[in-house]
């Protein structure tokens, strides 16, 4: 028996964190839209979205984004359990 595949992409990241920074979201939910644009296939200007966090937060707050959409921990411990490595 074989296993069906689900992929589910976020499209158009730059729109969504701009949206979400203008509705005041925090670094962590912030950094979960960066986290699933980052393993999206759909074209990202990355230096557009870190230049809308710079300016809403900080360097420093680009940073722990990052930090956090890179590790997986802006999701909770049972969401990131099932986590598959990025290939």
Partial sequence: MSEE???VEIAD?????????QQGL????IAQT????LRSS?????GKVNRMIVERWS???????KKMAWLGSCFS????MGR???T
């Fill in 59 to 65: 360097t420093a707050g680009l940073v722990r984004i």
């Fill in 5 to 7: 595949q689900l992929r």
């Fill in 34 to 37: 960066y986290a699933l644009g």
């Fill in 77 to 80: 411990p049972a969401a990131s």
């Fill in 42 to 46: 759909w074209p990202t200007d990355w």
């Fill in 13 to 21: 990241v730059e729109g969504v964190i701009e949206m979400e920074i």
């Fill in 26 to 29: 925090n670094q962590k939910q």
């Fill in 84 to 86: 598959r490595e990025m």
